[in-house]
């Protein structure tokens, strides 16, 4: 751990020098013994601690979070205790920021979930303490959250899963509590001030996002209602697939992937923010013939219904055999 990042501001009972952190991230002082407390908690903290001459060092089995303050109490040379607070120092971070994609796109009542992106990795374990859905007259609409925390690999891209038992049909917590979202209505979606980066920088003031929810939705999406814009051959122009509904903004990063032949070909995806197109520019220039677009059936609109069937399936009904069509379009 880096020595600026624990940078003391000390509020000392004891002398300011009997306590101090070392370069490992430890805390240590001289004297015979040392228990460490998260801010006014009666239960010290985990760790392990250490004795060499006649100084001790106390070890975190979590490194220190900055921006917190921490009770150390140490017995002296002379066998008394002795308190000392210590308040980790903010490192230099910027103070993040929250974004909703699709935010400016309305959602079906039985949307499944939301996608909330931060500049900054961000504190976890915490996010149904940190977010909330209101219903326009500014009542909570309580239960609205599935449990299940999925962060992306680096921390910045939250996947906010609507509890489904709520969002499906028929099922008990729909029938008995309704559905997170009704068909008509307009909800805000808000973020504590108080939720913090890694680093332990807080957003500082809330974030707010409106939601529109329109009639449910319970078709599959059909490529063959999708617009195609080819490009020119010969040229790095860009391919762009419009659809005639938003789709999964996450899913579409990797879900379509251009063929020349049996040869896939390598380019820059970058999907729309209303997530109602994609696009497509190849690292190099186009060839000039028949291309395809293939595509994951595995892919979701909003609602969570893929190209293989719909989200809500009557177990009843027979099942049919799934045919993926695979979009052509000729390069000239």
Not at 50 to 76: C, H, I, M, N, W
Not at 94 to 108: C, G, I, K, N, Y
Not at 290 to 310: H, K, S, V, W
Request: aromatic content about 8%; proline content about 8%.
């Amino acid at each position: 751990m880096k020595r600026w990042f624990l940078n003391l501001l000390v509020c000392a009972i004891a002398s300011a020098d009997e306590v101090r952190v070392n370069d490992q991230g430890q805390i240590e002082a001289s004297g015979g013994d040392m228990r460490v407390f998260r801010g006014d908690a009666a239960t010290p903290l985990f760790g392990s601690t250490s004795k060499e001459r006649d100084t001790v060092r106390f070890a975190p089995a979590l490194p220190f979070v900055p921006g917190e303050s921490y009770r150390v109490e140490f017995q002296k040379s002379d066998g008394t205790w002795s308190t000392q607070r210590l308040s980790m120092e903010l490192p230099q971070a910027e103070v993040p920021t929250a974004v909703m994609l699709h935010s400016d796109t309305p959602f079906p009542a039985n949307a499944l979930k939301f996608y909330l992106h931060f500049s900054q990795p961000m504190e976890q374990g915490v996010f149904l303490d940190r977010i909330s859905l209101h219903r326009l007259d500014g009542s909570v609409v309580s239960g609205a959250f599935r449990e299940t925390e999925l962060w992306s690999p680096d921390g910045k891209r939250l996947t906010l899963w609507l509890h489904p038992g709520r969002q499906k049909t028929g099922v008990n917590l729909n029938t008995d509590e309704g559905p997170v979202l009704r068909e008509g209505e307009t909800y805000t979606l808000k973020l504590a001030a108080s939720w913090r980066s890694a680093a332990g920088v807080a957003l500082g003031k809330p974030c707010t996002f409106g939601i529109i929810a329109t009639a449910p939705d319970h078709q599959c999406p059909d490529p063959q209602r999708w617009k195609v814009t080819a490009p020119k051959a010969g040229k790095r122009g860009t391919l762009t697939i419009t659809f005639d509904e938003a789709l999964d903004p996450a899913m579409l990063v990797s879900a379509l992937s251009v063929n020349r032949g049996k040869a896939r070909l390598a380019g820059a995806v970058h999907v729309a923010s209303d997530a109602r197109s994609w696009s497509f520019t190849p690292t190099g220039m186009w060839p000039a013939g028949l291309c395809t677009l293939e595509i994951d059936p595995l892919l979701e609109d909003l609602a969570g219904n893929n190209l293989l069937g719909p989200f809500e399936v009557d177990s009843d009904l027979p099942t049919q055999p799934a045919k993926v069509p695979v979009l052509k379009f000729e390069v000239k």
